[in-house]
């Protein structure tokens, strides 16, 4: 049976996240610094990972407390060996409805003709510049813009649909925006503007890196008029414009400047096992011990519902006020929860 739990703010649990893994290839400096995130740094034992059937188990007992749609992300998503597995049997949960991914796009190439065939919707790819030096730089391993276009192309050709996530920081990409904007209008690909967010502990986040979304929306519309558009569905996170006269849209994710908690209907699952209520939370809830104890479907579906009910979490509403506070405090890392 499926019943709609809700939190104490009255939010909906709708959206469940997946984390397949914490490793990454890339070293993006606002998520997996180099200097931290170094070769000796200690990523996640094999035996410490959910499997795929504990993550299948899982789902499917979300999916009876208002869960339908799926986002698998990580660290990078495709470093985990076959994943299109694990797309074929959450696609095989009853009340699942949309299953989507969060990639860097870099393995993508190689993968998307099999996620689609295993039952994957669509995929988000991330990238923040054009220009391949500055990309290199962005991406901390020197990968080239190349290798994530021909990740996007890939991915089309498969049939997924497709949207790009761009992180805009001011003096590292702001120069971006404009190319990236014709680019993927051209390309009819919806590119969403985020907020650089003071995700973790170890990003070094400073507010006036952050170019506002009202800021991004200014310079587009100045060459390229933008009109508001409706959300899709309730909770949707990127407002939306469609350029004039077309079909063709942007997204801002303004998680900073304008924080949208009061509708904040996803759960995150981190790749050992842990339920978090929220992108900014320091502790998550370990799933993984009931799993492995024995316990039925209904005692850890009993869990996840005390968790959820009890939710308060709205950590972007509280930061426009309280800035210093809340960066000071300890925060679960971007590449362990997956954004
Ligand atoms: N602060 C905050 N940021 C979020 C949240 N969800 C997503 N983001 C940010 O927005 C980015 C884009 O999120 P996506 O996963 O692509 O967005 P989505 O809402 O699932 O996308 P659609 O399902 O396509 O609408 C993430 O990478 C995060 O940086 C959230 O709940 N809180
Ligand atoms: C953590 S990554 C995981 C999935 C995959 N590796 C990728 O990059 O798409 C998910 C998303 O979070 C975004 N992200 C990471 N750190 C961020 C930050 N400090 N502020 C805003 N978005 C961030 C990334 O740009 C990416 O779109
Ligand atoms: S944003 Fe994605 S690609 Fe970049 S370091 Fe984080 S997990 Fe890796
Ligand atoms: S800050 Fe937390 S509560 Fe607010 S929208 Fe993001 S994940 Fe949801």
């Excluded at 996170?237 to 942007?250: F, K, L, N, T, W």
């Excluded at 904040?264 to 011990?289: P, Q």
Aim: proline share 4%; with cysteine; net charge negative.
């Amino acid at each position: 049976m499926i019943e709609q739990v809700r939190d104490t703010l009255n939010r909906p649990l709708r959206d469940l996240r997946i984390s397949v893994t914490d490793k990454c290839n890339f070293r993006c400096q606002y998520c997996m610094p180099a200097e931290i995130f170094g070769p000796d740094f200690e990523f996640l034992p094999q035996h410490k990972l959910l499997s795929f059937e504990e993550i299948t188990r899982l789902t499917a007992i979300f999916t009876s407390l208002g869960v339908g749609k799926i986002r698998i992300t990580g660290g990078e998503p495709l470093m985990r060996k076959d994943l299109p597995s694990l797309i074929r049997m959450i696609r095989q949960v009853e009340g699942v409805h949309d299953i989507a991914m969060t990639t860097n796009g870099s393995l993508l190439a190689r993968h998307a003709k099999a996620l689609k065939e295993a039952g994957l919707d669509r995929v988000t790819v991330s990238l923040d510049s054009l220009d391949d030096e500055r990309f290199g730089k962005m991406n901390g391993r020197g990968y080239h813009v190349s290798d994530v276009l021909k990740g996007i192309e890939a991915a089309a050709e498969a049939g997924l649909s497709i949207k790009m996530n761009m992180v805009v920081q001011r003096g590292v990409n702001d120069q971006d925006i404009l190319p990236m904007a014709r680019y993927f209008r051209e390309q009819k690909h919806t590119l969403r503007f985020i907020e650089f967010m003071d995700v973790g502990n170890s990003n070094g986040w400073k507010l006036d890196q952050v170019v506002p979304s009202s800021e991004i929306v200014k310079m587009i519309h100045e060459e390229m008029p933008l009109e508001p558009i409706d959300p899709n569905y309730y909770g949707e996170v990127a407002s939306r414009y469609r350029y004039v006269g077309s079909e063709e849209e942007i997204g801002l994710i303004s998680s900073v400047t304008q924080a949208f908690c009061s509708t904040c209907t996803r759960a995150r699952l981190s790749a050992e096992g842990k339920l978090y209520n929220c992108l900014f939370a320091s502790i998550g809830s370990d799933l993984r011990a009931p799993l492995r104890d024995g316990q039925s479907d209904e005692e850890i579906r009993e869990l996840i519902r005390e968790i959820w009910e009890k939710r308060d979490e709205r950590y972007s509403e509280i930061r426009l006020n309280d800035t210093p506070g809340l960066v000071k405090r300890s925060k679960v890392e971007m590449s362990h929860i997956g954004g």
